[in-house]
């Protein structure tokens, strides 16, 4: 089963982003100096004890009136209820119980969903205790007081919150079928692609809010083969804030992604490379998902002999922090090479599951180091032992040197580039990993 999801809902001001960061802890950190990878601080890996999950924090806008708090409040718990397994009530102990809560409370028990009631800025627990007892008025359980910024109380509260998580949740699934989420913009014909590949209009697309709940599996078999297609195209929501519209999309999108093993990115042929498909496209990278970057409504192009060259340089530059990806052009409309994705995607798994002998990784290494000299400072120069890989989804390599510090991200990209020229690897990142270890044990 993939991840869990848990998502933070509250009042603006009641610390969401602070308990956010203390439980994301460095996570964030890993994507700030990738270009074009989404930093918005939307969501989270975290693990806690031998619990793995992704967190959401649903806030974000700040409201100008007690009407807009109480519709933003409205937004965000709709979104929660939608997207997570369990959700997070953020309340303060020192604005104390008011009425949007109130509201939102009802909504959040209505849901069904699992709720974990938390009082926040309890810095100090004999002082504000009587205040904590007050949010039992809420009725949806036993408020668990916690301080986000002295990160007091985080344990019990994450300890409620994991007794809610589905049972084998995080574990691998039995299930081998090949997992294909479908992501994009709205209304670049993800559905399309998905009803064309089905020959049946079982997506059903609408402008109604809230048509499509979760993100939809559809099973398709193609040459007494079967493969999974999550789908995120029911991503039709009212909402006149843009920026709250693209959230709820990228919420959806990191759940998705998740599941996947490999990731179909739609982008519209006639709209060209956008920055948020940047920001879609990294959530797959962060992942370590295969990737093929589907272009959309091809047909509806003036082509001449430069077209696909050009379009295919313009992608290379939004997304260069994926040159690994495959591209295809296509066409829901007319169905325009929309089979010959089956074949890509048995690649890019291919790719996603291949494992390299020890011993030719080093040769490549050894060569790769005759050919160009691995950099020094200070006079001391870095020198590189040994490379095995490690893992598989995506392929990841340990490489021991005798200092991490002299291992600039310029030379582990050569020899990312060295371990493609004899492997290929298309369509999928590779993760390397860096350890010390002394000379002495050369």
């Avoid at 008011?98 to 100090?124: E, Q, T």
């Avoid at 998705?256 to 940047?278: K, P, S, W």
């Avoid at 992942?287 to 409504?297: A, D, F, L, P």
């Avoid at 006079?379 to 340990?398: D, E, H, N, S, W």
Wanted: net charge negative; aromatic share 8%.
């Amino acid at each position: 089963m993939s991840k869990p999801v848990v998502a933070i809902v509250g009042r603006p001001n009641v610390g969401k982003s602070t308990l956010f960061n203390a439980l994301a802890g460095e996570m964030i950190s890993i994507v700030k100096d990738t270009p074009g990878v989404t930093r918005d601080r939307i969501y989270a890996d975290v693990t806690w004890l031998d619990k793995e999950f992704t967190m959401i924090d649903t806030g974000g806008i700040e409201p100008d009136s007690k009407d807009v708090i109480l519709s933003q409040m409205r937004e965000q718990a709709q979104i929660a209820i939608e997207t997570a397994d369990v959700i997070i009530f953020l309340t303060d102990v020192r604005q104390g119980l008011v009425d949007a809560d109130s509201k939102v409370a009802d909504m959040l028990r209505r849901s069904g969903k699992p709720v974990v009631l938390v009082v926040n800025k309890v810095d100090n627990f004999e002082k504000y205790m009587p205040d904590v007892y007050e949010f039992y008025n809420l009725g949806i359980g036993d408020p668990v007081p916690i301080s986000a910024s002295s990160r007091l109380g985080l344990g019990d509260m994450l300890e409620a919150v994991a007794e809610h998580f589905p049972e084998g949740a995080g574990e691998q699934e039995e299930d081998d079928r090949p997992r294909i989420a479908i992501v994009g913009k709205p209304n670049v014909g993800k559905s399309s692609i998905v009803n064309r590949l089905l020959g049946e209009n079982r997506v059903i697309v609408s402008d109604i809010a809230g048509t499509t709940r979760d993100a939809i599996d559809t099973a398709i078999v193609h040459n007494g083969k079967e493969y999974v297609f999550i789908d995120t195209a029911g991503l039709r929501r009212k909402s006149r804030i843009k920026e709250e519209l693209e959230r709820y999309s990228i919420i959806r999108t990191v759940t998705a992604v998740e599941r996947a093993d490999v990731v179909l990115m739609v982008i519209d042929a006639t709209e060209g490379v956008t920055e948020q498909d940047a920001k879609i496209a990294g959530i797959a990278h962060e992942r370590g998902k295969g990737v093929i970057i589907v272009v959309n409504k091809w047909d509806a192009i003036e082509k001449n002999d430069r077209t696909m060259r050009e379009y295919e340089s313009d992608i290379r530059n939004v997304l260069s922090y994926m040159p690994y990806a495959e591209i295809m052009y296509v066409s829901a409309l007319t169905g325009q090479r929309l089979a010959k994705l089956y074949d890509m995607i048995d690649m890019v798994i291919e790719n996603q599951t291949l494992r390299v002998a020890t011993g030719v990784l080093n040769e490549i290494m050894t060569e790769a180091v005759a050919l160009q000299q691995p950099p020094s400072d200070k006079g001391k120069r870095l020198k590189l032992y040994y490379i095995t890989q490690v893992a598989v989804k995506p392929p990841t390599f340990v490489i021991f040197v005798n200092d991490k510090e002299l291992m600039h991200f310029s030379y582990t990209r050569y020899l990312e580039n060295k371990i493609r020229e004899a492997f290929g690897f298309r369509g999928t990142s590779l993760k390397f990993f860096i350890r010390e270890r002394k000379d002495k044990d050369q």
